[in-house]
C-alpha cells in the first residue's frame, strides 16, 4: 500500500533552515509527483510545491519562492523540503502528498505530517 | 482569502443529507478534476473524491461529488456523527500554475 513517512517534529529559531522529509513506498517512487502542503494551527491548507521525482523537475507557489527548495533522492525513494529565513508565520504542520503521474493532478495520498515550530 | 470559495460551516443532523460549495473559476474548477478532502482533529486530510465524483475503495457511497461548470459539490447522506470534521476542497489551477485549495468547512452533526 502507498505510504509517506515524514521526519520528525523540528523547532528552530527566526531566521534558521529546516529541512522535512518525505520516504515514500508501496509503489513505483517516479512515476507519481510529489507535492508539499502547509497548515498553519487552526487554518486550511496551503500548497507551497511540487516536484517530479523522475527528473527533479519543481514547481513552486510564489508565494515561497526564493526561500523553499525541493530535492529528491531516487535511491532512497525520498524527497526533502527546506525552507529558509524562517519567521514565526512558518509555525505549521508541513504535509507531503503524493501527485499524479502528470503535473496537474491535486494530492491524493497523505504523510503523517511534520510540526515545524519557530520560535525564539 | 482562499482561490476557491467555501463555506466556513455547515451542520445536520443523523441521517440528514449535507452538501458543501466549492466554487472557483474557468482556470481551476472548469479546466481540471476537483478533489474532495476530509480532516478529522489531529489527523492528516485523507482524499474522499478525486476526479470531480470518483471514490477511493474504503470511501463509503454515502459521499458523492459532482461538477457543474465553476462549480463542485460535495454531499454527504445519511450523517453520523463521525462525519463531523473540516471538508477541503482542491484543483489545480492553469494561471497560477499550482494547486488551489478551499478554506474549508467545519462540518457539525447536531
Known amino acids: 500500500q502507498v505510504q509517506l513517512v515524514q521526519s520528525g517534529a523540528e523547532v528552530k529559531k527566526p531566521g534558521a533552515s529546516v529541512t522535512v522529509s518525505c520516504k515514500a513506498s508501496?509503489?513505483?517512487?517516479?512515476?507519481?509527483?510529489l507535492h508539499w502542503v502547509r497548515q498553519a494551527p487552526g487554518q486550511g491548507l496551503e500548497w507551497v510545491g511540487i516536484?517530479?521525482?523522475?527528473?527533479?523537475?519543481?514547481v513552486y507557489a510564489q508565494k515561497f519562492q526564493g526561500r523553499v527548495t525541493m530535492t529528491r533522492d531516487t535511491s532512497t525513494s525520498t524527497v526533502y523540503m527546506e525552507l529558509s529565513s524562517l519567521r514565526s508565520e512558518d509555525t505549521a504542520v508541513f504535509y507531503c502528498?503524493?501527485?499524479?503521474?502528470?503535473?496537474?493532478?491535486?494530492?491524493?495520498?497523505w504523510g503523517q505530517g511534520t510540526m515545524v515550530t519557530v520560535s525564539s | 482569502q482562499s482561490v476557491l470559495t467555501q463555506p466556513p460551516s455547515a451542520s445536520g443532523t443523523p441521517g440528514q443529507r449535507v452538501t458543501i460549495s466549492c466554487s472557483g473559476s474557468?482556470?481551476?474548477?472548469?479546466?481540471?478534476?476537483v478533489n474532495w478532502y476530509q480532516q478529522l482533529p489531529g489527523t492528516a486530510p485523507k482524499l474522499l473524491i478525486y476526479?470531480?465524483?470518483q471514490r477511493p475503495s474504503g470511501v463509503p457511497d454515502r459521499f458523492s461529488g459532482s461538477k457543474s461548470g465553476a462549480s463542485a459539490s460535495l454531499a454527504i447522506s445519511g450523517l453520523q456523527s463521525e462525519d463531523e470534521a473540516d471538508y477541503y476542497c482542491?484543483?489545480?489551477?492553469?494561471?497560477?500554475?499550482?494547486?488551489?485549495f478551499g478554506g474549508g468547512t467545519k462540518l457539525t452533526v447536531l
Open positions: 502528498a503524493r501527485g499524479g503521474a502528470t503535473l496537474n493532478v491535486s494530492p491524493n495520498y
Open positions: 508501496g509503489y513505483t517512487f517516479t512515476s507519481y509527483y
Open positions: 516536484i517530479n521525482p523522475s527528473g527533479g523537475g519543481r
Open positions: 474557468r482556470s481551476n474548477i472548469v479546466s481540471n478534476f
Open positions: 476526479s470531480n465524483n
Open positions: 482542491a484543483a489545480w489551477d492553469d494561471s497560477l500554475n499550482g494547486v488551489v
